[in-house]
């Protein structure tokens, strides 16, 4: 019987050979069938990607639901991407796409009521729309800019440096700084980098992260190595400056878990790097400013507390807790000329408050109603702060917030999409609990007159890991969903932070099953609160998220109508050996190690399909140009679903060219991407997705 999807019959996959390449590991026998298809150099693997890639094509375009996606998207999607901005001495950063720009540009204005005047636009640079802007960092003058550009989504980033009042080019150039940091002082620079291809063996210029010194104009060959040298080469080494340029903050991050941090004294480099924190199991992050260190830390203070100390004396035992920590979690925090803003969660979504010096005097920055920001940014030598503020159906808006008032000033709003009307969408926050009696919160999004019949359209997704919250940003694809009258939910699963770091290590680790028990029991409970049933619940999750669909895939299938799984990891056995996923060890654990391999091999969604059960239709998709989660996983995994013998199995692998995890992709590649993965999961669980929809435009 062929396989159809709604009414498109999908041809056959094509032929994939199996390898049955055996390991021993740890003495267990791992057979691991689909080997070859890691080496995506050989033109065999492209040959079959491409044969895929055309299968898929061939099933999805076809659906009657991707034409009506594709348009609203684009309309959900063209709102753009507003980041946070950056008030410095004087002038005001950010970037912002707007409409049908492909890639955000950097704009500066030199006051909160002057216009925005583009810096940096990967636009005019790339007409194709396949450069990024990674990051930037201003000098503390505001008198110039160093960022980062890279081709492609692969985040590859080349360091620039432009003159801020004249737009003039500096002429720098260092590559090999991807993710970097960037820390200004008088003539030059800090900033972190990675080694070149051929410096150190094959696959290790993802790793030994350094950081160095640069005095502008000078050749980079000749930079000094300042920090990491003598560090595991999967420390993730940082830095930043104070205000004055007088004092240096080196931090080595050892996962999510922990950070060694050292202070230096350029006016006294004989006294070499002070410790200020290294080996306890916690992590800090902050700057020194005005002589003392202002840190984050949740060193015996799993919410997180607020802490300071002189510079002169810097360590632990000089610490004084500024901020106490509290029933809600310290999620940021920046320091300004007098005052600290610090940024928390309650009950996943934010708080903005600020207080003086000392903890007190605490005045609490009004929102426009309950929502999410991601970070705050504070000007040192003055009384601003920059925020940005969003919900699932708000686009971002940004905010420049005086801290000594409390008044916030709208600095950039971008467009409301036509026909999205917030005041027919309800946000509800909902209580569940786990397998072991844990409770665990949820988001529910729908529209206002979508009630719990048994039979709503229901897309499920999360994240569960490496202390990341999952708050309400906008989401153009959750919206789409939502007002075609379906339900979308969000639960904060354990593995994020937006319980502390017991929430986190509850999730971490040999606890990484509870992450996928809470998600399974949301499934469930949607189900018996009455919302859904199986046969409409789709699931989706990227990143981390792509392992969590892909356990729930594996562990529970009968639960689900439909699962997207995008840039996953599924080869748990296998994948510290790839791209840069040695820095995730500390979350994940490794093979490696005999304890650690028997928690890995128990989940694994690679090593746990098993032959003769009913598996739902999976749609993989992934990226050759991504340098984070190597694309052999999706590979992999969509090879060994197809060789199953259910004749009715519907398993499509989509492999993206000039594209990478998904940081930096064009409107155009998103609203491509996006319209094949919500038509495919509207097409298993009904959706209805048409004029007669909320699509329509108003």
């Known amino acids: 019987m062929p396989r159809t999807l709604k009414v498109v019959t999908i041809p056959p996959p094509p032929a994939t050979p199996r390898s049955d390449v055996v390991d021993i590991v740890h003495g267990e026998r791992i057979t691991d069938p689909y080997r070859w298809l890691e080496d995506d150099r050989s033109d065999r693997v492209k040959d079959w990607t491409d044969r895929q890639n055309a299968r898929t094509r061939a099933a999805l375009d076809r659906l009657p639901e991707r034409r009506f996606l594709a348009a609203r998207l684009r309309e959900l999607l063209s709102v753009g991407l507003l980041s ?26 030199d006051g909160v009521s002057d216009p925005d005047r583009a810096l940096v636009d990967p636009n005019a640079l790339d007409p194709a729309g396949l450069t990024t802007l990674d990051w930037y960092y201003p000098s503390q003058d505001a008198r110039y800019v160093a960022y980062g550009l890279s081709h492609g989504g692969d985040e590859l980033s080349t360091l620039r440096v432009i003159e801020v009042a004249t737009g003039r080019d500096a002429g720098e150039r260092i590559s090999h700084t991807q993710r970097s940091t960037v820390a200004w002082v008088e003539g030059g620079f800090y900033y972190s980098f990675h080694p070149a291809p051929g410096a150190v ?56 878990v922990r950070t060694d941090v050292y202070l230096h004294d350029r006016e006294h480099p004989e006294r070499g790097l ?192 490496f202390n990341v919250s999952r708050t309400p940003l906008y989401s153009a694809g959750a919206a789409a969903w939502v007002e075609s009258g379906g339900l979308f939910a969000l639960p904060n699963l354990r593995g994020g932070g937006e319980y502390g770091e017991r929430w986190h290590r509850a999730g971490m680790l040999g606890n990484k099953q509870n992450v996928f028990e809470d998600f399974h029991r949301a499934a469930e409970t949607l189900v018996a609160n009455g919302w859904t049933e199986a ?21 529970r299938p009968e639960l689900f109508a439909a699962v997207v799984c995008a840039v996953p990891l599924l080869d748990m056995l296998r994948y510290q050996n790839f791209r840069i996923a040695r820095f995730w060890i500390p979350e994940y654990g490794s093979a490696e190690d005999p304890e650690q391999m028997r928690w890995l091999r128990a989940y694994s969604p690679y090593h746990n399909v098993r032959p003769g059960t009913r598996y739902p239709p999976v749609l993989f998709t992934t990226a050759e140009g991504d340098t984070r989660v190597d694309p052999m996983h999706a590979r992999k995994m969509a090879a060994l679903l ?57």
Request: glycine fraction near 10%; hydrophobic fraction near 40%.
């Open 201 to 256: 063996p094959a696959g290790d210029e993802n790793y030994h992260r350094r950081v160095a010194f640069h005095r502008l104009g000078a050749d980079p060959a000749r930079d000094l190595v300042v920090f990491g040298e003598d560090r595991a080469k999967e420390d993730i080494n940082t830095v930043v400056v104070s205000p004055d340029g007088r004092w240096v903050l080196f931090s080595a991050w050892i996962g999510w």
């Open 535 to 555: 046969r409409r619940l789709a699931i989706s999750g990227g990143s981390n998220g792509g392992l969590l669909v892909g356990a729930a895939l594996t562990q």
């Open 84 to 109: 946070t901005p950056r008030p410095i001495a004087g002038r005001i950063f950010h970037t912002r796409r707007e409409g049908e720009q492909k890639q955000a540009v950097l704009y500066v204005r």
């Open 274 to 465: 002070v410790t200020v924190m290294e080996g306890e199991d916690a992590v800090a992050d902050g700057a020194p400013d005005r002589g003392r260190i202002w840190l984050r830390t949740n060193l015996d203070a799993p919410n997180y507390r607020i802490v300071s100390a002189p510079c002169e004396r810097p360590g632990m035992d000089a610490w004084e807790t500024v901020i106490a920590e509290g029933e809600h979690v310290i999620e940021g925090f920046d320091t300004t000329r007098e005052r600290l803003a610090v940024l928390r969660l309650a009950g996943a979504t934010s708080r903005l408050a600020t207080y003086d010096r000392t903890g007190r005097e605490q005045r609490e920055i009004a929102l426009p109603s309950l929502g999410a920001i991601e970070l705050v940014q504070g000007d040192a030598d003055a009384d601003l702060v920059g925020y940005t503020f969003q919900t699932f159906t708000q686009p971002p808006i940004a905010f420049i917030a005086n801290v000594r008032t409390g008044e916030s000033t709208e600095l950039v709003r971008l467009r409301a999409p036509d026909g999205l009307d917030p005041s027919r969408i309800t946000v509800e926050q909902t209580t569940y609990r786990s397998h072991d009696r844990t409770e665990v919160t949820m988001f529910l999004v729908h529209r206002s007159d979508v009630r719990p019949t048994g039979d709503v359209p229901t897309l499920l997704t999360g994240y569960g890991g």
């Open 642 to 698: 197809q060789a199953q013998e259910d004749p009715n199995a519907i398993v499509l692998l989509r492999v993206d060219r000039d594209a990478g995890h998904g940081i930096g992709k064009p409107l155009d590649k998103q609203v491509e991407d996006f319209a094949d993965q919500y038509a495919f999961l509207a097409s298993l669980t009904g959706l209805a997705v048409n004029e007669t929809a909320m699509l329509a435009r108003r």
